[in-house]
């Protein structure tokens, strides 16, 4: 039995990496689910990867830093599928420089994509939810939100402010049906970390592995059925946590 039969989801971000394999997943659970994200061509790749294991989804262009756009995916989400139930806010950027190295114009394109467009999802998801009856809602954070890595200091902070974000929704709303928890990957391969890799060379790949006592980098499926888990019934009794699924960095 496919655990959200009739259910329809929303996933930032949801056009490579982590995202993807979310949107995937959420589908193949009985989903329906919208696609937001800023490049189109990949938004709509995996539409079509959907479409051919027999899902139902759609795609939306979206900015997550900007209120309108993120208001227009909920908005269009609830028109086309008559509710919405899950959320993955997913999309991220990354700035991998010392603290004294990133300009105000980088710190605020990653603050606003990384923190403000977590805060304007759920601003917008949380209302089409209430009117579903409740949902669920998993926010992408990061293990570095709970332990220092160099050069991405920026990043750090904007990912723990994620966890400050989940925990405040989490407990505004427990009342209501509504549950909102965070997960805390480790390095996993996306694009995002591949360019991190390429930009580091060998040595710092090597200890970034390293860093994972199971030996390898995450994969994105490896991501994914936690995601989805997070919003299904059997997770019911859960709220407010931050979950890290990291191949055991945070042990060490």
Known sequence: MRTL???????????????????LEFARQGARVTIAARN????????????????????????VSKAEEVQAVVERTVRTFGRLDCAFNNAGILTNKPLADVTEEEFDSLMATNLKGVWLSMKYEIPAMLASGGGAIVNCASVVAQVASPTVSIYSASKA??????????LDYVGQGLRVNAICPGSVETPMIQEFMRVVGPAGQAALIAAHPMGRLGKP??????????????????????????GGYLMV
């Open 161 to 170: 402010g994620v966890l400050g974000l989940t925990r405040g929704a989490a």
């Open 221 to 246: 499926q490896d991501v994914a059925g936690l995601v989805v888990f997070l919003c299904t019934e059997s997770a019911g009794f859960i709220t407010g946590q931050s979950i890290a699924i990291d």
């Open 40 to 63: 189109a061509e990949t938004g709509e790749e995996t539409v079509e990867l959907i479409r051919r294991e027999g899902g139902e989804a759609l795609f939306v262009r979206c900015d």
């Open 5 to 23: 039969e009739g259910k329809a989801a929303i996933v930032t971000g949801g056009n490579v990496g982590i995202g993807r394999a979310a949107a």
